[in-house]
């Protein structure tokens, strides 16, 4: 793993919850602006498929905890 990648982790465990919510949603705007300025871009397209089966797999996991 990266430096980088480490340092991240680390700052998005530090994170209080409205904080985590709020760099996705800022992420999600970034890709999305992206996908308007290039909506054939493979790895804009590749971060919504990743990210729907994220969202997938949470909501599969939440439900099995009922």
């Not at 793993?1 to 340092?7: G, I, N, P, Q, V």
């Not at 919504?48 to 997938?56: E, G, H, V």
Request: with cysteine; aromatic share 8%.
């Amino acid at each position: 793993m990266s430096t980088l990648t480490t340092e991240l982790w680390d700052h998005l465990g530090a994170l209080e919850e409205e904080e985590g919510l709020h760099v996705l949603t800022k992420l999600f705007e970034i890709y999305e602006t992206l996908q308007i300025q290039n909506p054939e871009d493979p790895s804009v397209a590749d971060f919504f498929k990743r990210l729907d089966t994220a969202m997938r797999l949470t909501r599969e996991c939440n439900l099995n905890r009922r």
